[in-house]
């Protein structure tokens, strides 16, 4: 049996603390950028994607389905490893589960930290889901990510291995799409927020597409280690990953979108080490292993279409647009008018990972009270799905640690560690300071400030390296109740105002009708520097006072952030 802790092995890194791979990553990005100039995808490669716009109109069949585990398993026979395999639509609703005979039923996880989930068996059918989920959620007409690609974008560096180097631009998104998470249970239409484990990083797991119309992913789980890919230099070939590129044959990602062709902050992300077979002598659907569930039909979407401030996009009638009940709360008005904002903001900012170039960004957009009711999401066309989660538990973190009562909030959920370690560094969550998700990301980061060396100290919302891992982020991880976590039990905390659960990277700011704290705004969906602008634009005219934000206040010497927009973020 191979040694577990190779998944997570270490690369030789030079005198100077920078991974060799960066220079060699350089001549990569190069050498893609000139095969990118002469052409636009290889033989026998889809590189047409449907129009934004039908995304919602094509779905995955029963048949298709059955299909797609088919390949899978008739590639796990030949590699030898029995798998668990799942099958998701776009939105999350689980198709199709399918065990072999001879698979695992568990899976450890194994993040290369101590504590947390670091450790923990999970079913390896709920392993397979949030993969399969994870590539589903992040893909869309315009870009296709696999998670592999997820693996690459949460870790403490970016890109992973790269010391010093700032924390990932997604760092933290893995605790989301939870399934205790209230934004959308699994009885909702939308049905978005079902991923047992989260977003994984964990290989195996790739979206599907059909006739270039983002429909769903497959995850694969069989070598029993729910881990990430820590080491991204090694082109390892996994057998999970290789089992479910076999999965996608007929229905794999436009060659044109897929994240190799994507840059983010000029390097590419990665897709996948395996490509579909040219051709499989399938086994009928059944063979050698037993369904966990029934294939069915993806449903139709949960989503329904909407204009707002002259964007389209959609809208979950679960959550309507409404006014805060609280006196002198958010009036339904006010509401609209952010969402507004921010979305015609939206439609004019460059997207950062969505193919052709010049595309406007794609976004999930949520307005809470400061009680953190949701009082309005919209989502523009072809938004990531991931956002419609994320988003609010962006609004909700900017909102929370703004208001005047959020150490006392925390410290009776169980966190006041926290509360005193933000106290030690000239922090009081008293309502004296307007708090962004940039500038609380800014301080759940293991080594401080970002991009410094790993030889400095963990930020205060954070674990220290060595015991840290995306699996034991710090706050984050433990304001969760991780039975409800596993179980689907709603809240995912003990923190009213925060059922999903905390986000710690950037898109959201807190809300202010002129000094009075009235809720926040998040943003979730093309870049996390396009969210910022984004939400920041929303607040016109709610904008938190300039003497309490939070990049009026310093740790340690380094003054925090509040927003950070992209350099220039504007198609028009």
Not at 209 to 227: H, L, M, P, Q, R
Not at 242 to 259: H, Y
Request: aromatic fraction near 8%; hydrophobic fraction near 40%.
């Amino acid at each position: 049996m191979s040694d577990p802790l190779s998944k997570v092995k270490r690369p030789r890194v030079d005198r100077t603390g920078t991974s060799w791979w960066v220079w060699s990553l350089m001549l990569l990005c190069l050498s893609v950028l000139i095969v990118s100039c002469g052409s636009e995808g290889g033989v026998n490669e889809p590189t047409g994607t449907a129009p934004e716009s039908t995304s919602s109109a094509v779905h995955l069949t029963a048949g298709e389905v059955q299909t797609i585990i088919a390949q899978a398993v008739t590639q796990a026979r030949a590699v030898g490893l029995p798998v668990t395999i799942a099958v998701v639509d776009h939105e999350g609703t689980v198709l199709g589960q399918f065990r072999m005979t001879g698979a695992r039923a568990t899976a450890t996880v194994l993040g290369g930290g101590s504590g947390g989930l670091e450790g923990q068996a999970v079913p390896t059918e709920f392993a397979a889901i949030s993969k399969a989920g994870t590539a589903a959620f992040f893909s869309t007409q315009g870009n296709a990510f696999s998670t592999r690609s997820a693996s690459f974008i949460v870790q403490e560096h970016f890109p992973p291995q790269t010391d010093p180097s700032q924390g990932g631009p997604l760092f933290g998104v893995q605790f989301s799409q939870l399934r205790c998470s209230d934004v959308s249970r699994t009885d909702h239409p939308a049905n978005t927020a079902n991923l047992p484990l989260g977003l994984s990083g964990d290989l195996g797991g790739l979206p599907l597409y059909k006739n270039g119309t983002a429909v769903g992913g497959i995850g694969v789980e069989g070598d029993g280690f729910y881990t990430a890919d820590l080491d991204p230099t090694d082109f390892d070939q996994s057998l999970e990953e290789a089992i479910a590129a076999a999965g996608t044959l007929g229905f794999s990602a436009p060659r044109n979108i897929q994240g190799d062709r994507i840059l983010i902050d000029g390097i590419t992300i990665p897709f996948s080490n395996s490509a579909p077979p040219t051709a499989l002598n399938t086994a009928p659907y059944g063979s050698f292993g037993s369904q966990l569930q029934v294939p069915i039909a993806s449903p139709a979407t949960g989503f329904t279409p909407a204009t707002i401030g002259g964007v389209s996009g959609s809208i979950d009638p679960n959550f309507p647009i409404v006014g805060s009940p609280d006196p002198g709360g958010l009036t339904v008005q006010e509401v609209t008018r952010i969402l507004a904002q921010a979305a015609v903001q939206a439609n004019r900012t460059r997207a950062a990972i969505r193919n052709p170039i010049g595309t406007p960004a794609r976004v999930s957009i949520t307005v809470v009270d400061t009680a953190g009711r949701i009082l309005g999401i919209f989502r523009t066309i072809d938004a990531p799905i991931f956002g419609f989660d994320v988003s609010v538990q962006k609004a909700r973190n900017a909102n929370l640690f703004t208001r005047a009562d959020a150490g006392q909030l925390l410290t009776t959920a169980g966190l006041g560690t926290y509360v005193t370690a933000l106290a030690q560094e000239g922090l009081l969550l008293d309502g004296s300071t307007a708090f962004s998700d940039r500038a609380m990301g800014f301080l759940s980061q293991p080594i401080f400030p970002p991009g410094a060396s790993s030889n400095f100290l963990p930020g205060p919302l954070s674990k220290p390296l060595g015991q840290w891992s995306i699996f034991n982020t710090g706050f984050q991880l433990d304001a969760l109740i991780v039975p409800n976590l596993l179980s689907a039990i709603a809240p995912c905390t003990a923190v009213a105002q925060a059922p999903n659960g905390f986000q710690i990277f950037p898109g959201s700011v807190p809300l202010f009708r002129g000094n009075v704290h009235v809720g926040a705004i998040g943003v979730s969906g093309d870049g996390v520097d396009q969210d910022d602008i984004i939400a920041a634009m929303g607040s016109v005219g709610f904008e938190a006072p300039l003497g309490i934000r939070s990049d009026t206040r310093t740790v340690r010497g380094v003054r925090l952030p509040f927003v950070v927009f992209p350099r220039n973020p504007n198609l028009f």
